[in-house]
């Protein structure tokens, strides 16, 4: 059993960064995929970015590539998503998530066994 809890969230202007923290429970965090989604109002959950038990691998949606970093920390169980040059289409419900499998295709689709409760993020423009 894996418990997430995200934070960092808040409000910021267009251009601007936020770091979006998960911290996770559970002694076998170091062994999951880990990828955080967001959810706009009105819109479906999205992928934003996944990264591998390793650290070795991360993946990006097309819309966040080269803006976000997503980077892992084994020892202090906790995920981080860097979110820079922020628009106000950023402005969602980030979720953090934890997969027992590493596939992408799957991963993309938000097949993952654990979820956090959210942070909002809100861009001003």
């Known amino acids: 059993q894996v418990q997430l809890v995200e934070s960092g969230g808040g409000l910021v202007q267009t251009g601007g960064s936020l770091r979006l923290s998960c911290a996770a429970s559970g002694r076998t965090f170091s062994t999951y995929t880990l990828g955080w989604f967001r959810q706009a109002p009105g819109k479906e959950r999205e992928f934003v970015a996944a990264?591998?038990?390793?650290?070795?691998?991360?993946y990006y949606a097309n819309s966040v590539k080269g803006r976000f970093t997503i980077s892992r920390d084994n020892a202090k169980n906790t995920v981080y998503l860097q979110m820079n040059s922020l628009k106000p289409e950023d402005t969602a419900v980030y979720y953090c998530?934890?997969?027992?499998?590493?596939?992408?295709?799957?991963?993309?689709?938000?097949?993952?066994?654990?979820w956090g409760k959210g942070t909002l993020v809100t861009v001003s423009s």
């Open positions: 990264i591998s038990s390793s650290a070795i691998n991360t």
């Open positions: 998530a934890a997969a027992a499998h590493s596939d992408y295709g799957l991963l993309i689709t938000g097949a993952m066994n654990y």
